[in-house]
């Protein structure tokens, strides 16, 4: 069982299970919709697996 | 027995739960997992990520209840690094170093993992698919 705090009211709420991961939801305290948040999202860094102009001209 | 058994020898039900994290500006975020009646973990490892774009403190704490009165230890606690960073049990490094293993973590039922990120002040806020990974055993046991 997974719960987490909601930035609208403070109090923790249940995460809903979507397709095996545990995501936001509507908050069971205030009924605010905590999916809803829009934030950046993260990216991960990857590096650039292609060599850079000119260094495979030699092969 | 059966239940001894499983602890006899490398047993458990291998489980990766994900959850996805959303941090907001200026506001404390926690999640708390809580052992199911009926059930026991061996704790394999916590990965904690830092999606907002300024330093957070990520602790992780044993409770020994779902209401947090009590608490039985802090498992890891520090900086991590904005964007990049991961909070890792049984490292607690705070940074992206690797994990280390071998370190065999029991929660009975009830017991509660709380993973904490602090206030950082003002920022932008983010959100990971994959903020928050328990890995763990899962076996079931009789009262």
């Known amino acids: ?59 | 027995m059966v239940g001894r058994m499983a602890w006899m020898f490398p047993a458990g039900n291998p489980i990766q739960e994900v959850t996805s994290v959303t941090l907001v500006d200026t506001t404390a975020k926690t999640i708390d997992t809580t052992v199911p009646a009926g059930k026991r973990w061996m704790l394999i490892g916590i990965k904690a990520s830092n999606p907002d774009d300024v330093n957070r403190i990520i602790t992780i704490r044993k409770y020994k209840e779902a209401a947090k009165t009590n608490e039985i230890k802090t498992m890891a606690s520090s900086t991590v690094t904005a964007t990049t960073g991961k909070q890792q049990w049984p490292s607690g490094a705070g940074t992206d170093a690797e994990t280390q293993r071998q370190v065999y973590e029991v929660a009975e039922a009830g017991n509660t993992y709380s993973v904490t990120w602090s206030d950082p002040g003002a920022s932008t806020g983010g959100t990971a698919a994959d903020g928050l990974v328990t890995e763990y055993l899962e076996v079931a046991v009789s009262a």
């Open chain 1, 1 to 59: 069982m997974l719960k987490e705090s909601c930035p609208f009211c403070g109090e923790m709420t249940e995460m809903l299970l979507v397709e095996g991961v545990y995501k936001s939801t509507k908050c069971s305290h205030c009924k605010k919709d905590l999916s809803k948040i829009v934030v950046p999202k993260l990216v991960a860094e990857k590096p650039d697996l292609k060599a850079p102009e000119g260094v495979l001209d030699e092969l």
